[in-house]
C-alpha cells in the first residue's frame, strides 16, 4: 500500500513518468490454449490427450475455471494497481519458508576498478586500505543514483516505443524483509529518510552515518575515514565481539523469526537494532576473510554466501559487498525488486566517477560509527547455531560455476545467425540439457512485464515444439545442414514469439497462479482439473531455470536452482562476448554444473558452425 511520503512521490512520478496501463486479466480460453501447447513438448499422446480433457473439463461453461475467473476479473476491480501484485509478493516470495539464502537472494559481480583493484593486498586476512577506498567509491555513487531516484532524475525506460513502468525503482534503498510466524513482510518507505547505512565487519554490525542532520552527504574522503574507523574497531584486540545475529537471516524463515522475536524480547536495546537496521539505505559488508580468493570463480561464490554465510544480513534488499582485492559485488534480496532494477543502479556506479558536491561535508560533521550491541541468551546463542548449520549445509551443497567466453556475440548472432540474441542463447540452453538428458524438460525464463503498472516478471516457457525439434535434429547426422538451419530459424521464432508474448502479460503462469490462489475448499480443488492433471506440476517443475542481465559489461550474476534436480543459469549477452553462471546440487544424483558447462561450451560452438552455413 502507498502511504505518506510513498504516495506523494508516486503522485509526482505519475506526471513525471508516463502512467502506464493497468496489467490486464488475460481470457481463460486463451491462457489455457497456451498452457496446452507449453505442455505438448513434455507429453506423450496418451499424456497430451487426457491433459487436454482436464483443461476442458476446468474451462467448459459450468467447470470452475470460470468461476475462478469471475473471481479474479472482481480482485482486480478492487486492486488499485494490479491484480497479481500482492499475489506474486506473498506466493513467490513472503511465504517462502525455507532459507532466503541461495534459494531467494541473487549475486552480481561487479567489473574491477582499474585503479582499486590489487590482488597482492588480500594475501592474509584483515580489511585492505583498497578495500576501503573501493567500498567509499562505490557508497558515494549508490548516494548518487538515490538521489536521482528521488528527484525522479532516472530517465523514463522504455521497450521500443512502450513505456515502463518505473515504480521498482522505490524499493531499491531503506528496504528490508522482516521475518514474520507464517509470511514475512517489507519495511520500506520512499525517498528513504535514513540518514544511515550499516556497516558490516567481522559479523560486527555499525551504524554509518552518511548524510549530515541538515542532509548534507558525507564527501568520498569522509566515507573513508569513517570505513576506517569500523574497520580498526572491528579488529580492535582485546575487545569482546557482539554475537554474530546476522547469521540468522541465513537460517530457514522460522529460525530467523523465533531469533528476531526472541531478541525483541530480551531488550529494548535489540529493538532498536533492529530498526536501525530496517530504515538503513543499504548494507555494506567488508570482508576481512578469505583475502587469498582471487579469481572470479572463487569470488563470485564470496558474494553468492561468502562460504558459511557470515559477515551478512540477507534480509536487506541490497547488500554491497566489497573483499580485501577491491573486487566488489552486490547481493540482493529478490522480494522487493526484480534484479534488472538494481542492475541499472550497479551499471550506474561502476560507470560513475565519484565527484563530491561542493557541500559535500567530513566525516566530522557526523557522529562517528556506532556497533550495534545484542542482548543475547542461550536460546538466541542456540538460534544462531542452528541457523549457521542450515546455512552451512545448504552452502556446501550449492555448486556455482562461471563460463566467460569471447568468441562471439550479440552482433555476431544478429548478422550471422540472424536471431534474436536472446532466443540463441535460449536454444544454446536447450541443446546442453539434450546433450546431457535426451529427454525434454519444462524451462523457465523470466520476462519483465513493467510495460503494465507495478509489473514484475512472467514466465517464458522456452521449451516449444519446434525448440525440441531443433535439439533433436542438431545432433542427428543423417540431417543435412541446410534441412537443421530451417528447424534453427523455427526454433528461433516459436521462442522469440513466445518472449513477447509474455512481455505484454499473454503468458501461463502468473494467471493460473491467480486463479488457483481463489480456490475456497478442498471440493473446489477437486474440480479444479487443470491443477490436478499431473501435467500442471510438471509442466512448471523447471529443471532449467533461466534469466537473462545483458549486457555484462559492468556486472555478471547468478542465482540458486529452482528445483533439486536442476539448474540455475544467469546469462549476459554482450557485443563480443557471453558469460554464464551455473548452480547446481551436488547431493543431486543427475546433475553437474560442470558437464552442463562443457556441454553449453560445444552448443555455442556448435551453433556458430551452423550458422556459418547459411546462404
Same mark, same amino acid.
Given at each position: 500500500?502507498?502511504?505518506?511520503?510513498?504516495?506523494?512521490?508516486?503522485?509526482?512520478?505519475?506526471?513525471?513518468?508516463?502512467?502506464?496501463?493497468?496489467?490486464?486479466?488475460?481470457?481463460?480460453? !486463451?491462457?489455457?490454449?497456451?498452457?496446452?501447447?507449453?505442455?505438448?513438448?513434455?507429453?506423450?499422446?496418451?499424456?497430451?490427450?487426457?491433459?487436454?480433457?482436464?483443461?476442458?473439463? %476446468?474451462?467448459? +461453461?459450468?467447470?470452475?475455471?470460470?468461476?475462478?475467473?469471475?473471481?479474479?476479473?472482481?480482485?482486480?476491480?478492487?486492486?488499485?494497481?494490479?491484480?497479481?501484485?500482492?499475489?506474486?509478493?506473498?506466493?513467490?516470495?513472503?511465504?517462502?519458508?525455507?532459507?532466503?539464502?541461495?534459494?531467494?537472494?541473487?549475486?552480481?559481480?561487479?567489473?574491477?576498478?582499474?585503479?582499486?583493484?590489487?590482488?597482492?593486498?588480500?594475501?592474509?586476512?584483515?580489511?585492505?586500505?583498497?578495500?576501503?577506498?573501493?567500498?567509499?567509491?562505490?557508497?558515494?555513487?549508490?548516494?548518487?543514483?538515490?538521489?536521482?531516484?528521488?528527484?525522479?532524475?532516472?530517465?523514463?525506460?522504455?521497450?521500443?516505443?512502450?513505456?515502463?513502468?518505473?515504480?521498482?525503482?522505490?524499493?531499491? %534503498?531503506?528496504?528490508?524483509?522482516?521475518?514474520?510466524?507464517?509470511?514475512?513482510?517489507?519495511?520500506?518507505?520512499?525517498?528513504?529518510?535514513?540518514?544511515?547505512?550499516?556497516?558490516?565487519?567481522?559479523?560486527?554490525?555499525?551504524?554509518?552515518?552518511?548524510?549530515?542532520?541538515?542532509?548534507?552527504?558525507?564527501?568520498?574522503?569522509? *566515507?573513508?575515514?569513517?570505513?576506517?574507523?569500523?574497520?580498526?574497531?572491528?579488529?580492535?584486540?582485546?575487545?569482546?565481539?557482539?554475537?554474530?545475529?546476522?547469521?540468522?537471516?541465513?537460517?530457514?524463515?522460522?529460525?530467523?523469526?523465533?531469533?528476531?522475536?526472541?531478541?525483541?524480547?530480551?531488550?529494548?536495546?535489540?529493538?532498536?537494532?533492529?530498526?536501525?537496521?530496517?530504515?538503513?539505505?543499504?548494507?555494506?559488508?567488508?570482508?576481512?576473510?578469505?583475502?587469498?580468493?582471487?579469481?572470479?570463480?572463487?569470488?563470485?561464490?564470496?558474494?553468492?554466501?561468502?562460504?558459511?554465510?557470515?559477515?551478512?544480513?540477507?534480509?536487506?534488499?541490497?547488500?554491497?559487498?566489497?573483499?580485501?582485492?577491491?573486487?566488489?559485488?552486490?547481493?540482493? #534480496?529478490?522480494?522487493?525488486?526484480?534484479?534488472?532494477?538494481?542492475?541499472?543502479?550497479?551499471?550506474?556506479?561502476?560507470?560513475? #566517477?565519484?565527484?563530491?558536491?561542493?557541500?559535500?561535508?567530513?566525516?566530522?560533521?557526523?557522529?562517528?560509527?556506532?556497533?550495534?550491541?545484542?542482548?543475547? !541468551?542461550?536460546?538466541?546463542?542456540?538460534?544462531?547455531?542452528?541457523?549457521?548449520?542450515?546455512?552451512?549445509?545448504?552452502?556446501?551443497?550449492?555448486?556455482?560455476?562461471?563460463?566467460?567466453?569471447?568468441?562471439?556475440?550479440?552482433?555476431?548472432? @544478429?548478422?550471422?545467425?540472424?536471431?534474436?540474441? !536472446?532466443?540463441?542463447?535460449?536454444?544454446?540452453?536447450? *541443446?546442453?540439457?539434450?546433450?546431457?538428458?535426451?529427454?525434454?524438460?519444462?524451462?523457465?525464463?523470466?520476462?519483465?512485464?513493467?510495460?503494465?503498472?507495478?509489473?514484475?516478471?512472467?514466465?517464458?516457457?522456452?521449451?516449444?515444439?519446434?525448440?525440441?525439434?531443433?535439439?533433436?535434429?542438431?545432433?542427428?547426422?543423417?540431417?543435412?545442414?541446410?534441412?537443421?538451419?530451417?528447424? %534453427?530459424?523455427?526454433?528461433? @521464432?516459436?521462442?522469440?514469439?513466445?518472449?513477447? #508474448?509474455?512481455?505484454?502479460?499473454?503468458?501461463? !503462469?502468473?494467471?493460473?497462479?491467480?486463479?488457483?490462489?481463489?480456490?475456497?475448499?478442498?471440493?473446489?480443488?477437486?474440480?479444479?482439473?487443470?491443477?490436478?492433471?499431473?501435467?500442471?506440476?510438471?509442466?512448471?517443475?523447471?529443471?532449467?531455470?533461466?534469466?537473462?542481465?545483458?549486457?555484462? +559489461?559492468?556486472?555478471?550474476?547468478?542465482?540458486?536452482?529452482?528445483?533439486? #534436480?536442476?539448474?540455475?543459469?544467469?546469462?549476459?549477452?554482450?557485443?563480443?562476448?557471453?558469460?554464464?553462471?551455473?548452480?547446481?546440487?551436488?547431493?543431486?544424483?543427475?546433475?553437474?554444473?560442470?558437464?552442463?558447462?562443457?556441454?553449453?561450451?560445444?552448443?555455442?560452438?556448435?551453433?556458430?558452425?551452423?550458422?556459418?552455413?547459411?546462404?
Amino acid at each position: 500500500m502507498l502511504v505518506g511520503a510513498r504516495m506523494s512521490w508516486y503522485r509526482r512520478a505519475v506526471r513525471r513518468y508516463h502512467n502506464v496501463p493497468r496489467l490486464p486479466v488475460p481470457a481463460l480460453q !486463451d491462457t489455457a490454449a497456451r498452457y496446452l501447447e507449453s505442455c505438448r513438448p513434455l507429453l506423450s499422446s496418451d499424456e497430451f490427450e487426457r491433459t487436454r480433457a482436464a483443461v476442458a473439463a %476446468f474451462t467448459r +461453461d459450468d467447470g470452475l475455471g470460470p468461476v475462478l475467473q469471475k473471481r479474479l476479473e472482481h480482485l482486480d476491480k478492487s486492486e488499485k494497481d494490479s491484480w497479481l501484485e500482492k499475489i506474486w509478493l506473498q506466493k513467490a516470495y513472503l511465504e517462502w519458508r525455507e532459507p532466503s539464502l541461495i534459494n531467494v537472494n541473487w549475486w552480481c559481480q561487479l567489473a574491477d576498478s582499474k585503479t582499486l583493484f590489487r590482488p597482492t593486498d588480500s594475501s592474509s586476512n584483515g580489511i585492505t586500505r583498497v578495500q576501503i577506498d573501493r567500498a567509499a567509491t562505490l557508497i558515494a555513487n549508490m548516494l548518487d543514483f538515490k538521489a536521482r531516484v528521488d528527484g525522479e532524475q532516472i530517465p523514463q525506460e522504455f521497450i521500443k516505443k512502450d513505456p515502463l513502468c518505473m515504480h521498482q525503482y522505490t524499493n531499491i %534503498f531503506g528496504v528490508t524483509r522482516v521475518p514474520g510466524a507464517t509470511s514475512d513482510t517489507i519495511a520500506a518507505s520512499h525517498p528513504a529518510s535514513a540518514k544511515h547505512i550499516i556497516v558490516l565487519a567481522a559479523d560486527q554490525i555499525y551504524k554509518v552515518d552518511v548524510f549530515a542532520a541538515d542532509g548534507r552527504r558525507v564527501s568520498k574522503d569522509g *566515507l573513508a575515514a569513517l570505513l576506517s574507523k569500523v574497520a580498526d574497531d572491528s579488529n580492535r584486540a582485546g575487545t569482546k565481539p557482539e554475537p554474530p545475529v546476522g547469521l540468522l537471516t541465513a537460517g530457514h524463515r522460522d529460525t530467523n523469526f523465533e531469533g528476531y522475536t526472541r531478541l525483541q524480547q530480551l531488550s529494548q536495546k535489540n529493538s532498536d537494532n533492529f530498526g536501525v537496521i530496517q530504515t538503513a539505505l543499504f548494507a555494506v559488508c567488508l570482508d576481512s576473510k578469505n583475502g587469498d580468493k582471487i579469481t572470479p570463480e572463487q569470488t563470485h561464490e564470496q558474494i553468492f554466501h561468502n562460504f558459511d554465510a557470515s559477515n551478512r544480513w540477507f534480509d536487506k534488499a541490497i547488500q554491497l559487498v566489497v573483499l580485501p582485492s577491491g573486487r566488489a559485488g552486490v547481493n540482493g #534480496e529478490h522480494t522487493p525488486t526484480d534484479a534488472v532494477i538494481p542492475g541499472n543502479m550497479m551499471d550506474f556506479i561502476v560507470k560513475s #566517477e565519484t565527484s563530491d558536491s561542493p557541500d559535500a561535508v567530513s566525516e566530522n560533521a557526523v557522529e562517528g560509527p556506532q556497533k550495534l550491541q545484542w542482548t543475547v !541468551d542461550a536460546k538466541v546463542n542456540e538460534l544462531i547455531n542452528q541457523a549457521s548449520g542450515t546455512a552451512g549445509s545448504l552452502i556446501a551443497d550449492t555448486a556455482s560455476y562461471l563460463l566467460q567466453t569471447d568468441v562471439y556475440g550479440s552482433q555476431f548472432v @544478429k548478422d550471422v545467425a540472424k536471431a534474436s540474441p !536472446d532466443a540463441f542463447v535460449q536454444i544454446a540452453l536447450q *541443446l546442453a540439457w539434450r546433450r546431457l538428458y535426451k529427454e525434454p524438460t519444462a524451462i523457465y525464463e523470466s520476462a519483465s512485464i513493467r510495460l503494465f503498472r507495478h509489473g514484475r516478471t512472467e514466465t517464458i516457457r522456452s521449451l516449444t515444439v519446434d525448440t525440441w525439434a531443433f535439439a533433436n535434429a542438431f545432433y542427428d547426422n543423417s540431417v543435412l545442414a541446410a534441412e537443421k538451419i530451417k528447424l %534453427f530459424d523455427a526454433a528461433i @521464432k516459436s521462442q522469440s514469439s513466445l518472449a513477447r #508474448e509474455a512481455a505484454y502479460g499473454r503468458g501461463v !503462469d502468473r494467471h493460473l497462479l491467480a486463479l488457483r490462489t481463489l480456490i475456497k475448499s478442498p471440493e473446489e480443488q477437486a474440480k479444479a482439473t487443470l491443477f490436478t492433471d499431473p501435467a500442471y506440476i510438471k509442466s512448471m517443475y523447471f529443471k532449467l531455470s533461466t534469466s537473462n542481465m545483458s549486457p555484462g +559489461d559492468t556486472f555478471y550474476g547468478g542465482f540458486g536452482p529452482v528445483v533439486p #534436480e536442476g539448474y540455475g543459469v544467469n546469462y549476459a549477452i554482450g557485443k563480443a562476448g557471453l558469460k554464464f553462471s551455473i548452480s547446481h546440487k551436488r547431493s543431486c544424483p543427475t546433475t553437474d554444473g560442470k558437464a552442463f558447462r562443457a556441454a553449453l561450451e560445444e552448443s555455442l560452438a556448435g551453433l556458430r558452425d551452423l550458422v556459418v552455413q547459411r546462404k
